[in-house]
């Protein structure tokens, strides 16, 4: 099936695209909100989430919410904590989105 309206595809790949309004390009639009740290693009300074290298468990789940959910108006997102009381005793973070 052809590409009507390509958009980059990311990771970013010589060649590689995805239809525009699709899934892959919605998991994509978040994915720059998520990935880029705020005031990166000088561009736009706003884009993108806060750092949360350095925050205490549980990682920032309002504050990358509210980034997605301003940035990226056609993404629901679910946020979900998960304990692991096994070693390495790490808080994870899962996320889904929805259109």
């Known amino acids: 099936m052809a590409i009507l309206a390509p958009h980059f595809d990311l990771p970013f790949k010589f060649?590689?695209?995805c239809e525009q309004g699709s899934q892959r390009d919605l998991a994509n639009c978040v994915f720059?909100?998520?990935v880029c740290p705020k005031g990166f693009r000088e561009e736009v300074?706003?884009?993108?989430t806060v750092d949360p290298a350095f925050d205490n468990p549980p990682v920032m789940t309002?504050?990358?919410r509210n980034s997605i959910a301003e940035q990226e108006p056609r993404a629901e997102?679910?946020?979900e904590i998960v304990y692991n009381f096994l070693p390495p005793y790490k808080i994870l973070s899962a996320s889904r989105y929805f259109t």
């Open 77 to 79: 997102i679910l946020f």
């Open 15 to 17: 060649g590689a695209v």
């Open 62 to 64: 309002d504050d990358m």
């Open 45 to 48: 300074p706003g884009f993108g």
């Open 32 to 34: 720059a909100v998520v």
